[in-house]
């Protein structure tokens, strides 16, 4: 069984931060992709940004430049920060591990909401 518990999520202001992290914890062997979602109501899940275990990274087009995603190998944790927040950067996160084949697990989510 594999867990994924997420936080750093919470209310911030326009043009605020945040740092959301996520650590995986249970069996794992080794972890391949590693990527933070997003669902904002009446809307579908979106990739927001994803990092291979080499530490390539793939960013939604609507947060270049504002995000950046990381991750600690040794910790099984991988993180998005993310700068300049917009209205519309409201949603709930979640992540997502690769664990290889078609095995992977999502988090719970976390909402973040901006706003003034």
């Known amino acids: 069984q594999v867990q994924l518990v997420e936080s750093g999520g919470g209310l911030v202001q326009p043009g605020g931060s945040l740092r959301l992290s996520c650590a995986a914890s249970?069996?794992?062997?080794?972890?391949?992709?590693m990527g933070w979602y997003r669902q904002a109501p009446g809307r579908q899940r979106e990739l927001v940004a994803v990092?291979?275990?080499?530490?390539?990274?793939n960013y939604a087009d609507s947060v270049k430049g504002r995000g950046t995603i990381s991750r600690d190998n040794a910790k099984n944790t991988v993180y998005l920060q993310m700068n300049s927040l917009k209205p519309e950067d409201t949603a709930v996160y979640y992540c997502?591990?690769?664990?290889?084949?078609?095995?992977?697990?999502w988090g719970q989510g976390t909402q973040v909401t901006v706003s003034s």
């Open positions: 249970g069996n794992i062997f080794r972890i391949y992709d």
């Open positions: 990092i291979t275990r080499g530490g390539i990274t």
């Open positions: 997502k591990i690769h664990l290889g084949g078609s095995v992977e697990y």
